[in-house]
């Protein structure tokens, strides 16, 4: 698998916004003094009416953009996730979820890439707080191509949502005007003996992984589950059957991820042997992407040495 | 709607006072104490100055209101349906399962809220929302947001105050229930506010301080705040908890507790 790095999914959201702001002026673009990071800076540039900048408040912003959106318009409004998720979360509560409200959310610099800014930048715990709102449609993108379609397929969607989007660049994974739709994972690799279920960065590291694993004779599905919920549970249940073996890669905390949701629905309908690839019930620290990648367990290694593992190899 | 005159008005307060002491009586529960101090706010809005309809709810001019002290509902339920947006009857249903009169307001289940609120802080800042969203459309509609002086604690508040004074967020006009109380004791004795109105000036709100139970004060206030450009309206309201029924004003044993049946009647007899 050859490492290309194209955009970071960030860029691709601050790209398709103001498409999609082009095209339909009921978009509102709101953010809390992180723009210029979460690229919703480009829609304020071009469209100034309707962009709104409410400084450094998250708890507001997310009350504001309710408003709005019971007013019909269609707010997006990003900050960075920990804060965003963290300092926001009543509100995504009451004021959206609860009140089924059409509020786009995006969480830019989310995972431990955020790198040298260490562990208080970094969400590990948005999805995790974000599946459990009752509605709300949960996100993670792995590269540029996926973020871009998922960005319009948000805007279309009617009903809260959530993205994460990531600070580094990342690998490209898709050709460009590839299709995706909200709550259908992508087959990138069909195997026989494992299937390996990941988002965001851990998309590239587990189709890296497929590569070692076939040099051992190990055939291996690679599925990229870029929307946590819904769960695309058709997709899971017809790899379980077929490989018997699922593995589960995210950069997020291994308590209330990717890997927990997918394991409840395999508990329910076809338990299986599983392997979990996370961040083990620990904060990160500075450091390059890379380096944290390796050091919290991240990388196509760490999976490659789960899947044996589970093969009981 | 033909236009009440303060006799009339003052009727209304007393009937919407007789629901919420019937209402939080027939459920054993809810919070008697801030729905009657903020009664005078909201017959004043629903019965003079707010352009609404009740068997349109959804019309897209209407003016808005956000009960950000959402366990005022009962007062915003009598007030909904003595407006007409739904039977009066059903009022005796509050706080029942399945009952769409919800604890708290809930948005989804009657026609005429327009927040769901109960978590305090973020009446405010949906009010900025609405009042953004009316800018945007070039319409002319008004938006209401009553809070409270407990509700102040909240950090969100702040965050809402400067937002909007920044963004020189107009039609957004809040009423502060001022009545000196929250769950635990008395304001002053938990998280003392004061200076109030100063905080608001500073945070460059235009900001008035009326009577709350003042009816003729209110929409003479109302009337002047809404000739505001430019920047949002807080009319600071001195209200009694609990107003109207003797045994229950400046008594915050009422907050959260409701009248037994005997001083349900005892309070209907005041009420007459």
Known sequence: MEKKFGKATRDAYGEALVEIGGKDPSVVVMDADLSKSTKSALFGEKFRDRFFNVGIQEANLVGVAAGLASCGKIPFISSFASFLVSKGFDQFRMAVAFSELNVKVVGSHGGITVGEDGASQMSIEDIALMTSLPGFVVILPCDEVSARALVFEMAKHVGPVYMRTGRPKAPVIYKSGTEFKIGKGVRLREGKDITIIANGFEVFESLEAADRLADEGISASVIDMHTVKPLDTDLILEEARRTGHVLVAEEHQIWGGLGSAIATFLAKKHPCKMGFVAIQDTFAESGKAEELLEKYGLTSPHIVKTAKKILGR | ?272
């Open chain 2, 1 to 272: 709607m033909e236009k009440l005159s303060i006799e009339q008005l003052k009727q209304k307060a007393r009937l919407i006072r007789r629901h919420i002491v019937e209402m939080t009586g027939a459920a054993a529960s809810g919070h008697p104490g801030g729905s009657l101090s903020a009664t005078e706010i909201l017959v004043a809005l629903y019965f003079d100055l707010m352009n609404h309809n009740p068997q349109d709810p959804q019309w897209p001019d209407r003016d808005r209101l956000v009960l950000s002290k959402g366990h005022a509902s009962p007062a915003l339920y009598a007030a909904l349906a003595e407006a007409g947006y739904f039977d009066p009857k059903t009022l005796k249903d509050f706080r029942k399962l399945g009952s769409p009169l919800q604890g708290h307001p809930d948005r989804r289940k009657l026609p005429g809220v327009e927040a769901s609120t109960g978590s305090l802080g973020q009446g405010l800042s949906i009010g900025i929302g609405m009042a953004l969203a009316r800018r945007l459309d070039q319409k002319n509609y008004y938006t209401y947001v009553i809070t409270s002086d407990g509700e102040l604690n909240e950090g969100q508040t702040w965050e809402a105050a400067a937002m909007a004074a920044h963004h020189k967020v107009d039609h957004l006009i809040a009423f502060l229930d001022d009545n000196k109380f929250q769950l635990d004791d008395a304001t002053e004795n938990i998280c003392d506010m004061r200076p109030v109105a100063d905080k608001w000036k500073a945070f460059r709100w235009r900001t008035f301080e009326i009577d709350g139970h003042d009816l003729k004060e209110i929409l003479k206030t109302v009337e002047k705040a809404k000739k505001i450009k430019g920047q949002p309206v807080i009319i600071i309201a001195h209200t009694v908890k609990g107003k109207g029924v003797s045994f229950m004003e400046g008594n915050n044993a009422f907050h959260g507790v409701a009248p037994t049946e005997e001083q349900v009647q005892k309070a209907l007899k005041e009420l007459e």
